[in-house]
T-cell receptor
Framework: DAKTTQPPSMDCAEGRAANLPCNHS???????VYWYRQIHSQGPQYIIH???NNETNEMASLIITEDRKSSTLILPHATLRDTAVYYC?????????????FGDGTTLTVKP | DAGVTQSPTHLIKTRGQQVTLRCSPK?????VSWYQQALGQGPQFIFQ???????QRGNFPDRFSGHQFPNYSSELNVNALLLGDSALYLC????????????????FGPGTRLLVL
């Protein structure tokens, strides 16, 4: 699986958009980009995933560059409850090789 | 719709003992993966079970073994516990039967916190 690079920490003001970057320059053509977050040692919570196109759901938006070498997770209106460690991973679909390789993630702190 | 469940939530063992952790996948899922997460680090893949067989394995010694039952639930067994095995053990489920759909998304359970003294 391709590896990802994320900044170790970021701050965001409450109510503002949080933009979390991820670099995955060695991603292969059939690998998806997934985002999870983990709040204080709970299990990781699925946020969103995509292959090529930008995606949006009720939690966030995912912007993937045209060359697919990087992506950005956008939390449009961050709240204090969005403070967490955010993980960007890439993994295959449609195969038994569905393991996920996590890095150390980005610790997002939302401040009042 | 029940999500991924794990038991127990916390466990304390001593070095050399053996431990069994349990996981029930999300309804409709047939694949279970186990991860170990040390304090301050991201989860590390241990292995994945599908159709009651180990399909993929990470860089973990043979002391770590598992099992999947016909109802898709799974157990993680760790023998000869070491202090370094203290961690949060996470179970994630997905569906390979519905491969190609969004059912391949892995959903994680709350984890079992293991402390080895």
């Amino acid at each position: 699986d391709a590896k990802t690079t994320q900044p170790p920490s970021m701050d965001c003001a409450e109510g503002r958009a949080a933009n979390l970057p991820c670099n995955h320059s060695t991603i292969s053509g059939n690998e998806y980009v997934y985002w999870y977050r983990q709040i204080h040692s709970q299990g990781p919570q699925y946020i969103i995933h995509g292959l090529k196109n930008n995606e949006t759901n009720e939690m966030a938006s995912l912007i993937i560059t045209e060359d697919r070498k990087s992506s950005t997770l956008i939390l449009p209106h961050a709240t204090l409850r969005d403070t967490a460690v955010y993980y960007c991973i890439v993994r295959l679909h449609n195969t038994n090789a569905g393991k996920s390789t996590f890095g150390d993630g980005t610790t997002l702190t939302v401040k009042p | 719709d029940a999500g991924v469940t794990q038991s127990p939530t916390h466990l304390i063992k001593t070095r050399g003992q053996q431990v069994t952790l349990r996981c029930s996948p999300k309804s409709g899922h047939d694949t279970v993966s186990w991860y170990q997460q040390a304090l301050g680090q991201g989860p590390q893949f241990i292995f994945q079970y599908y159709e009651e067989e180990e399909r993929q394995r990470g860089n973990f010694p043979d002391r770590f073994s598992g099992h999947q039952f016909p109802n898709y639930s799974s157990e993680l067994n760790v023998n000869a516990l070491l202090l370094g095995d203290s961690a949060l053990y996470l179970c994630a489920s997905s569906s390979l039967l519905l491969a190609g759909s969004d059912q391949e998304t892995q959903y994680f359970g709350p984890g079992t916190r293991l402390l080895v003294l």
